[in-house]
C-alpha cells in the first residue's frame, strides 16, 4: 500500500513540476531599467517625473515616477528593445528609442533634464543629457 501511495504522489507531483519548469521558458524573460533624473542645471535630484517604457510594436507600456532622489526603477520589463520616455511640467519632454533590456541584466539610464526656458528658443539634442550604462 505505501508503494502505491508514493506513486500516486509521484504522478501527481511531476506534472505540477513540468508545468512549473515550463512556465519558466516562456519565452517572458524579464530585466530591470533604472536611474536617476536630476536637473540639468542645478544638478540636484528631480521627484514627480513621469517615466515611460514602451515595447514598440506592441500595447505593453509601464509607467512610473521618480522618487524625492530622483529614482525610478522598472523590475519585470521584457527583454526586448524599449522607448523611455520622460516628462515633467517645466521641462522638455524626452523620448529615447532602442534602449535594450537584456535578460536578467541591470540597465541603468540617467537623465539630466533642461528646464524648457533654458532650451525653448534651441532645438539642442544633447538635453536632456543621457547616460547609459549597462551593470551586470
Known amino acids: 500500500m505505501r508503494k502505491l501511495t508514493k506513486w500516486l504522489l509521484l504522478l501527481l507531483v511531476l506534472p505540477l513540476a513540468l508545468c512549473v519548469k515550463a512556465n519558466t521558458g516562456n519565452g517572458k524573460v524579464e530585466g530591470i531599467l533604472h536611474g536617476y533624473v536630476t536637473d540639468a542645471v542645478t544638478k540636484k535630484p528631480l521627484s514627480g517625473v513621469t517615466v515611460s517604457a514602451l515595447v514598440p510594436g506592441t500595447n505593453n507600456s509601464r509607467e512610473v515616477t521618480t522618487n524625492a532622489d530622483g ?5 519585470q520589463l521584457p527583454a526586448a ?19 535594450t533590456v537584456k535578460e536578467k541584466i541591470s540597465v541603468k539610464l540617467n537623465v539630466e533634464f533642461l528646464p524648457e526656458v533654458l532650451g525653448s ?11 547609459l550604462m549597462q551593470a551586470g
Open 81 to 99: 528593445q524599449v522607448t523611455v520616455q520622460f516628462d515633467k511640467k517645466g521641462y522638455q519632454s524626452c523620448k529615447r528609442p532602442n534602449i
Open 121 to 131: 528658443d534651441s532645438d539642442n539634442s544633447e538635453y536632456p543629457l543621457l547616460r
Open 71 to 75: 529614482y525610478y526603477r522598472f523590475a
